[in-house]
């Protein structure tokens, strides 16, 4: 039964597009562009084994971790990631998935950290990269320990939070299950019981509109 006393909201955090932009406009002059069209996988490391990182211009993609193949999160431009690399190497392996066509660049993590160092980028760097950590740290905390449909309300919240032409692209069943692993007739079950409740709306499996969302079913 859905409880609908109180709500909570997401961390309000706020892109530093400003710091963004800088690091953007000095790193550029020594990247390769990419226009990749949607379903493609770009992977962390290039053809000569260089740890590389990306900066999204326009688009959304998907982040996959490789070694549990673990669906992270869909991320929308603009966005710099380097997850395998800077500054320090991680134990984790994580690939991209193209969601719609993606542009933007790319360069060795080493590289980067070098222009950084050069240009005196480091405050701008710290900027984006706290905002990165805070948020993989709210993600964690709406996933890990916590209850069924506290995960599917915390997916429906991140979705409603999207361009309506990629809700259009998307089951919200499906996507659902793989970000949480949680079977389909527990998700179905309660996302009927949300529809019916009018917390939110959907059409042909795609999410339409998310409301006031009860905290607890």
């Not at 706020?14 to 406009?25: D, Y």
């Not at 998935?97 to 701008?124: H, N, Y």
């Amino acid at each position: 039964m859905l409880n609908s006393e109180g709500i909570t909201h997401m961390l309000d955090l706020v892109k530093p597009l400003n710091h963004l932009e800088i690091l953007r406009s000095h790193l550029s002059a020594y990247a390769q562009a990419f226009d990749s069209a949607a379903g493609e996988e770009l992977s962390f490391v290039n053809e000569h084994g260089e740890q590389q990182c990306w900066f999204f211009k326009e688009g959304f993609f998907d982040i996959w971790r490789e070694n549990n193949d673990i669906h992270v999160e869909l991320l929308a431009a603009p966005v710099l990631l380097s997850l395998s690399g800077d500054p320090i190497p991680s134990p984790l392996h994580y690939k991209l998935v193209t969601k719609t066509q993606c542009v933007g660049f790319r360069l060795p993590v080493q590289l980067a950290m070098d222009v950084i160092e050069k240009q005196g980028l480091w405050k701008s760097f710290c900027h984006w990269q706290t905002y990165q950590m805070r948020w993989f740290e709210w993600r964690d905390a709406q996933f890990i320990g916590t209850s069924t449909y506290a995960q599917i309300r915390s997916t429906l919240l991140t979705m409603a939070s999207w361009d309506a032409e990629v809700r259009s692209q998307i089951g919200v069943i499906s996507y659902i299950q793989t970000h949480t692993h949680i079977s389909r007739s527990v998700i179905a079950e309660m996302l009927s019981a949300l529809r019916k409740g009018n917390y939110i709306e959907m059409q042909k499996g795609k999410l339409v509109a998310v409301h006031k969302l009860p905290l607890n079913y």
